[in-house]
């Protein structure tokens, strides 16, 4: 099986990720359960050299989502996934495997796709994140999701906005793949009703629709 | 009356042609909206408190301190200590739920309902009957012809055994519901493949009225025979919506969804085959097996599976009681599994004779019942040449130097897929515009679009200039979505409903064009006399001569009419072929080429039935290759309860997939089949054929994965 993984952002990326904070977690746990009554945002104690520890209560976050500003209050412990779609209501990303494996809750934030399920809320702030939602803002469709169209990349169609932001950002990379390049870098996305073949030739389309400026990209 | 049939080839504009998909755009932009996207105002998030054991009888639960937990507003114990239903068969079947403000104070609260259980003897496995004991029980038996004589008069007997592991549906949308109500009505956003037939299943169980219950789904984030009525997760959410006064969400957790609900039941069977010198099929005897869950009765595989015919069958079926979460339609129920034990001892049966398998089968194709079996025949040859069987068969054991072993497969399949019984209503407005409306579902297959291209191609109009309203319960009620049946419903109701709607405008414009109403036809963007556009009305003008209340007809499809007037039809053929190679030093199973024909009468749709036979196809793949629900009878648990370990086909591993549908003439005129399950069938069969061709040796169960090649070729093949 070749699954070439999105990027996690505790790849020596900064900031808190989730299994950095849940490391944290395993040893701020006695105060957790004392602060579990507080009702501000409050900041735990970290141990000297550890990631700062933040809630277990909500604290501010500011996310910016498509270009807009959004300010929530939320337990640290919160995705950007659940932020988008129990907070905010952004119902593009969808919530499958919660583990990053399936690729459904698919995101670009700071140039790179992501998976929704693996990065905190607290952990987006500061980064621009764009959704499916994001790249369908215009009148017309995004050439790739133009391109799923034309191609029938989609039967129950809950994986493909994951797919189509994930084709998206690979397209930004590599933007004359190879069929190869595709069923690797694409690797990391799953589809339940079998619209592989027809993923591989939207790619295809699209990278040649980018390339002839005939829409916007 | 009009004459209900569908227009002659010449006359088609749109039924047949490729069109994109109607829903495209709204889900490749993210708009589509499915039951698990719906937020509500008050709405509750619902999480359940499950049992760690397969097998268990709960004592007591102390839900007490759960309710005392931040945003708690309901703790609702389903499983009663002290009551019948005490008593849990399955890992992570669900003894409460709570609900609270936001998932994750759910998600604390449930860690906080104390639950004690007296754990009670399980069973998690069957592949191994002699260990099932009691559990294991004889279901059914029966002969035909004389098997005794048919194995004594054999030139040739083969034998082997052949199984297919339990495999979960591992839809991407979770099962649950968002249910609220109001003034007495429930509002269900229910993920259902019968979203008319949900309303009396909610209705019932909750006591109120029919009319009381309104289910809405627009789109469904995968099904495959798993979401039909309601669970009794949603009944108990909904009453505790009923009770608390607000909105409740709830949807399966990804490690209780791939146990929970539902999945493909497994089949084991030890077949034998009596053939003659000349490779004539005269004897068949199977002794199968499988899990029938918490149940007391299993369905047996279909065997022999299409070659029905064999002159002399004996089979017999033992159903094996397990405490693993309940089997549930797979896509094609049963057949993959019938499927696989029969084309591998058919398989082998063609080896043991020196036979190519192609030959072998076309010589016995006659035996086949369901389908035609010239079609079969034409259907293996057209496969034949896309993957060029002459030039790349060999006989069994690639025999070239290096680890990497090639080999070719083949299965043939069959299914119904009648169209089902619904109804729809079709209106013409007086400014021109048209609608169709329908409480059905489109699971993905297309629905929308058929009946899209139906209505536009009736009224001789672009498919653009027509509407449709799907996905409600309060309309005119649709059929289930099972056994490749909607396409043919929808399609032929739709059809009816037209062809009705557009003789009432023919009566309110034949005035003006001064000619009876049966000379006129809708064409080209007209109402027009028969044959002469000079004489004739744009449709909007036509329309503006209905007054001010639309047109509205009822057109419903009822199977066996429609069948008569070759709206419609039953039974379809095809044939599969793969293409493999395998690595005799790591056991691993790569697709070269997986090539399909099949028919399946008038296709409405060229491009999504394109996508259903890929889609299949690539199911099939991860079915043959990877998937399986792996159980741990020490524990009673689940192991791969997760999709990092109930592994999906991905991009890289299906290889090339081509696919021929038989069109035109002699198809054609059946009538409209339905498609979603016949190319799932085979998948499993031909890629299994293909393994053993490639290393010489037969890997007895599917999946194949890395182990069960190494092992097989432990006991001989080309290694």
């Given amino acids: 099986m070749r699954r070439d993984k999105p990027k996690t952002p505790e790849r020596g990326r900064k900031g808190l990720s989730r299994r950095d904070f849940f490391r944290g977690a395993g040893v701020a746990v006695p105060t957790g359960l004392l602060a579990s009554q507080a009702k501000a945002p409050k900041a735990a104690k970290a141990p000297a050299g550890a990631a700062p520890m933040l809630g277990p209560g909500r604290v501010p976050i500011t996310l910016r989502i498509n270009g807009k500003v959004e300010k929530l209050e939320l337990e640290p412990r919160v995705t950007l996934l659940d932020a988008m779609r129990n907070y905010l209501d952004i119902t593009g990303a969808k919530k499958v495997c919660d583990r990053g494996t399936c690729g459904t809750c698919t995101v670009i934030m700071g140039g790179d796709a992501v998976y929704a399920c693996q990065v905190l809320a607290i952990e987006a702030q500061g980064k621009a994140i764009t959704t499916i939602e994001g790249l369908n803002a215009g009148e017309q469709l995004h050439p790739m999701s133009q391109a799923f169209v034309n191609n029938d990349?989609?039967?129950?169609?809950?994986?493909?906005?994951?797919?189509?932001?994930?084709?998206?950002?690979?397209?930004?990379?590599?933007?004359n793949p190879t069929r190869e390049q595709i069923r690797r870098g694409l690797g990391g996305n799953l589809c339940r009703c079998g619209t592989y073949t027809g993923i591989e030739r939207a790619v295809l389309e699209a990278a040649k629709a980018v390339k002839g400026g005939s829409a916007h990209a | 009356m009009p004459e209900y049939k569908w227009p002659e080839a010449d006359k088609r504009s749109l039924i047949g042609k490729r069109h994109s998909r109607a829903d495209g755009p709204v889900k490749s932009s993210g708009k589509a909206k499915y039951s698990s996207d719906i937020s509500r105002?008050?709405?509750?998030?619902?999480?359940?408190?499950?049992?760690?054991?397969?097998?268990?009888?709960?004592?007591?639960?102390?839900?007490?301190?759960?309710?005392?937990?931040?945003?708690?507003?309901?703790?609702?114990?389903?499983?009663?200590?002290?009551?019948?239903?005490?008593?849990?068969?399955?890992?992570?079947?669900?003894?409460?739920?709570?609900?609270?403000?936001?998932?994750?104070?759910a998600e604390d609260a449930v860690r906080k309902v104390k639950v004690q259980y007296e754990r009670l003897p399980h069973l998690v496995t069957e592949?191994?009957?002699?260990?099932?004991?009691?559990?294991?029980?004889?279901?059914?038996?029966?002969?035909t012809g004389d098997p005794d004589t048919a194995f004594r008069e054999a030139d040739v007997v083969s034998e082997g055994e052949y199984g297919a592991r339990f495999i979960s549906h591992c839809t991407l949308e979770p099962h649950g519901s968002v249910t609220e109500w109001?003034?007495?009505?429930?509002?269900?956003?229910?993920?259902?493949?019968?979203?008319?037939?949900?309303?009396?299943?909610?209705?019932?169980?909750?006591?109120?009225?029919?009319?009381?219950?309104?289910?809405?789904?627009?789109?469904?984030?995968?099904?495959?025979?798993?979401?039909?009525?309601?669970?009794?997760?949603?009944?108990?959410?909904?009453?505790?919506?009923?009770?608390?006064?607000?909105?409740?969400?709830?949807?399966?957790?990804?490690?209780?969804?791939?146990?929970?609900?539902?999945?493909?039941?497994?089949?084991?069977?030890?077949?034998?085959?009596?053939?003659?010198?000349d490779g004539t099929i005269i004897g068949w005897q199977s002794d199968a097996w499988g899990t029938v869950g918490p149940s007391d009765r299993g369905a047996a595989p279909p065997l022999p599976y299409v070659f029905r015919k064999i002159p002399n069958i004996r089979t017999r079926?033992?159903?094996?009681?397990?405490?693993?979460?309940?089997?549930?339609?797979?896509?094609?129920?049963?057949?993959?599994?019938?499927?696989?034990?029969?084309?591998?001892?058919?398989?082998?049966?063609?080896?043991?004779?020196?036979?190519?398998?192609?030959?072998?089968?076309?010589?016995?194709?006659?035996?086949?019942?369901?389908?035609?079996?010239?079609?079969y025949s034409t259907e293996l040859l057209k496969c034949a040449e896309m993957i060029d069987w002459k030039k790349n068969w060999h006989a069994r054991g690639d025999k070239t130097p290096g680890p990497i072993k090639r080999g070719l497969g083949l299965s043939i399949h069959t299914w119904g897929g009648l169209g089902h019984a619904c109804q729809c209503d079709v209106k013409i407005h007086p400014d021109g515009s048209a609608e169709v409306t329908m409480g059905t579902q489109d699971l993905g297959t297309g629905t929308r679009t058929v009946m899209l291209v139906t209505l536009a191609e009736t009224f001789g109009l672009p498919l653009n200039a027509v509407k449709l309203n799907i996905g409600d319960s309060d309309y005119p009620p649709g059929g289930a979505s099972g056994g490749s049946t909607t396409v043919g419903g929808a399609s032929t109701a739709t059809r009816r409903g037209a062809l009705d709607a557009l003789e009432q405008l023919f009566q309110k414009v034949a005035p003006a064009l001064g000619v009876p109403p049966d000379q006129l036809e809708a064409v080209n963007g007209k109402i027009q006399v028969k044959g002469n556009p000079a004489k004739s009305l744009a449709w909007k003008q036509a329309c503006a001569k209905i007054g001010t209340n639309p047109i509205v007809a009822r057109g419903a499809c009822q199977a066996q009419a429609a069948r008569k007037e070759k709206l419609i039809d039953a039974d379809v053929g095809g044939a599969q072929m793969a293409d493999v190679s395998v690595d005799i030093e790591t056991g691993v199973v790569t697709l070269n080429k997986f090539v399909a024909a099949q028919d399946c009468g008038l296709i409405i749709n060229l491009k999504t039935a394109e996508s259903q036979m890929y889609g299949a196809m690539t199911m099939g793949v991860g079915y043959a290759l990877y998937e399986e629900r792996v159980m741990d009878q020490l524990t009673g648990r689940m192991l791969n309860n997760n999709m990092e370990f109930?592994?999906?086909?991905?991009?890289?591993?299906?290889?090339?997939?081509?696919?021929?549908?038989?069109?035109?003439?002699g198809y054609d005129e059946r009538g409209v089949i339905g498609l979603g399950e016949p190319p799932v069938i085979s998948p499993g069969a031909a890629i299994s054929n293909a393994i053993a061709n490639a290393i010489g040796v037969r890997v007895p169960h599917m999946p194949f994965t890395p182990d069960r090649v190494l092992a097989a070729l432990e006991k001989g093949g080309v290694a």
């Fill in chain 2, 182 to 277: 109001k003034d007495g009505r429930l509002t269900a956003y229910l993920p259902t493949q019968a979203l008319s037939g949900s309303v009396s299943q909610f209705a019932s169980p909750l006591e109120v009225p029919n009319t009381n219950v309104r289910v809405i789904c627009n789109h469904i984030g995968g099904a495959f025979g798993s979401k039909f009525g309601p669970d009794k997760w949603d009944i108990q959410a909904a009453r505790m919506a009923k009770a608390a006064g607000r909105p409740m969400r709830y949807f399966t957790e990804r490690n209780a969804e791939l146990i929970v609900s539902g999945g493909r039941p497994s089949d084991f069977a030890t077949v034998r085959i009596a053939a003659k010198k």
């Fill in chain 1, 153 to 175: 990349a989609q039967q129950c169609g809950y994986c493909t906005p994951g797919f189509v932001v994930a084709c998206k950002a690979f397209l930004d990379k590599h933007p």
């Fill in chain 2, 41 to 105: 105002p008050g709405m509750l998030h619902v999480l359940a408190v499950r049992c760690p054991y397969a097998h268990a009888r709960v004592t007591s639960i102390d839900t007490s301190e759960a309710e005392r937990m931040p945003g708690v507003k309901m703790v609702q114990v389903v499983v009663e200590p002290g009551k019948p239903n005490a008593e849990t068969q399955w890992f992570l079947d669900h003894v409460a739920l709570v609900a609270a403000e936001t998932e994750e104070q």
């Fill in chain 2, 646 to 665: 109930y592994k999906l086909a991905g991009l890289g591993d299906i290889g090339t997939i081509e696919v021929f549908m038989m069109t035109g003439k």
């Fill in chain 2, 317 to 375: 079926y033992t159903g094996v009681g397990t405490n693993t979460g309940p089997s549930r339609a797979w896509r094609a129920p049963n057949h993959p599994q019938g499927c696989l034990l029969t084309m591998c001892a058919l398989d082998d049966c063609a080896a043991r004779l020196n036979m190519d398998p192609l030959q072998f089968f076309l010589k016995n194709i006659s035996l086949v019942q369901g389908g035609r079996p010239e079609d």
């Fill in chain 2, 127 to 143: 592949y191994d009957r002699t260990a099932a004991g009691a559990r294991a029980r004889p279901q059914d038996a029966a002969t």
